[in-house]
C-alpha cells in the first residue's frame, strides 16, 4: 500500500507519521547549529567549514547543505537565533521597567548582563556574522525590527512621561536609547576578542556600573 492510500485509509496515522518527521527534521537542525556554534567558540570564523560542522554533528555535507544552503546561511540562523533570545530578555526588563529613566538604564545592564553570561552570542551577532558580510541582512531581519520598536518604546515613554520630581530629562529623548545601546556595545567589545576571564568579569561589571551612573547624572537638570 502506498503513503498515500495509508492516508485516506488512516488519517491519524499519517498525522502521527508527518509529526515525528517534523520532530526529526527540527532536532537534526538543532545539532547542526550547535556544533557550528560550538566549532566557531573554538575555531574562529577562519576555520569555520561545512565539512567540519558535518563531521562533528555526524552527518554529511549533502545533510547539513539539506537545512543550510551555505556556511552564510548557517551562520545567519545563528545570529538570528541569538539575537532573538536577546530581544525577549530586553523585552521582558524594558517592559518591567517603574519608570522611562529605568527602563534605559536597565537596556545597559541588562543587555550587558546577558551577553555576560554568553559572550558567544555576542560574537555570532557582532563579530562572525559581520566577517561574513551579514550583519545588513540581520539588521533587516524582523528580530532586528522589533528590537528597533522596542528602542522606539523608551524613546516615547522619555518624551511623554512625567518626571517623578520637577527635574527634567535634558537630552534628546529620542537619541538617548541609542546612546545607551552604544554603550552596552563598547563595554562588551572590549572583551569580545578574548576568552573572559574573572578579572574581566568584574571590570566589566564595573564599567557598566559607571556608565548607568553616568547616563543617570546626564540626563536630569
Same mark, same amino acid.
Given at each position: 500500500?502506498?503513503?498515500?492510500?495509508?492516508?485516506?485509509?488512516?488519517?491519524?496515522?499519517?498525522?502521527?507519521?508527518?509529526?515525528?518527521?517534523?520532530?526529526r527534521?527540527?532536532?537534526?537542525?538543532?545539532?547542526?547549529?550547535?556544533?557550528?556554534?560550538?566549532?566557531?567558540?573554538?575555531?574562529?570564523?577562519?576555520? =569555520?567549514? &561545512?565539512?567540519? !560542522?558535518?563531521?562533528?554533528?555526524?552527518?554529511?555535507?549533502?545533510? +547539513?547543505?539539506?537545512?543550510f544552503? %551555505? @556556511?552564510?546561511?548557517?551562520?545567519?540562523?545563528?545570529?538570528?537565533?541569538?539575537?532573538?533570545?536577546?530581544?525577549?530578555?530586553?523585552?521582558?526588563?524594558?517592559?518591567?521597567?517603574?519608570?522611562?529613566?529605568?527602563?534605559?538604564?536597565?537596556?545597559?545592564?541588562?543587555?550587558?548582563?546577558?551577553f555576560?553570561?554568553?559572550?558567544?552570542? =555576542?560574537? &555570532?551577532?557582532? !563579530?562572525?556574522?559581520?566577517?561574513?558580510?551579514?550583519?545588513?541582512? +540581520?539588521?533587516?531581519?524582523?528580530? %532586528? @525590527?522589533?528590537?528597533?520598536?522596542?528602542?522606539?518604546?523608551?524613546?516615547?515613554?522619555?518624551?511623554?512621561?512625567?518626571?517623578?520630581?520637577?527635574?527634567?530629562?535634558?537630552?534628546?529623548?529620542?537619541?538617548?536609547?541609542?546612546?545607551?545601546?552604544?554603550?552596552?556595545?563598547?563595554?562588551?567589545?572590549?572583551?569580545?576578542a578574548?576568552?573572559?576571564?574573572?578579572?574581566?568579569?568584574?571590570?566589566?561589571?564595573?564599567?557598566?556600573?559607571?556608565?548607568?551612573?553616568?547616563?543617570?547624572? %546626564?540626563?536630569?537638570?
Open positions: 500500500m502506498t503513503t498515500s492510500k495509508a492516508a485516506i485509509l488512516d488519517p491519524d496515522r499519517e498525522r502521527r507519521r508527518q509529526a515525528r518527521k517534523a520532530q527534521h527540527s532536532e537534526r537542525r538543532l545539532l547542526i547549529m550547535h556544533s557550528a556554534r560550538n566549532l566557531l567558540a573554538e575555531r574562529g570564523i577562519e576555520h =569555520f567549514t &561545512v565539512a567540519d !560542522v558535518a563531521h562533528v554533528s555526524q552527518l554529511s555535507k549533502p545533510a +547539513v547543505y539539506y537545512y544552503d %551555505s @556556511k552564510e546561511a548557517l551562520v545567519f540562523d545563528l545570529a538570528i537565533e541569538s539575537l532573538q533570545i536577546e530581544f525577549n530578555v530586553l523585552s521582558e526588563s524594558v517592559h518591567a521597567a517603574k519608570s522611562a529613566v529605568e527602563s534605559l538604564v536597565d537596556l545597559i545592564r541588562t543587555r550587558v548582563d546577558f555576560l553570561n554568553d559572550m558567544n552570542a =555576542f560574537r &555570532v551577532l557582532h !563579530v562572525w556574522a559581520p566577517a561574513m558580510g551579514l550583519q545588513r541582512r +540581520v539588521s533587516q531581519s524582523n528580530t %532586528s @525590527k522589533q528590537i528597533s520598536a522596542l528602542l522606539n518604546l523608551i524613546s516615547h515613554r522619555l518624551s511623554t512621561e512625567k518626571p517623578s520630581s520637577n527635574r527634567a530629562i535634558r537630552l534628546d529623548a529620542q537619541q538617548l536609547p541609542q546612546v545607551a545601546w552604544a554603550l552596552s556595545q563598547g563595554i562588551l567589545g572590549q572583551f569580545a578574548s576568552a573572559m576571564q574573572p578579572k574581566d568579569l568584574e571590570q566589566c561589571r564595573a564599567t557598566r556600573d559607571v556608565a548607568c551612573r553616568w547616563l543617570l547624572d %546626564s540626563l536630569i537638570t
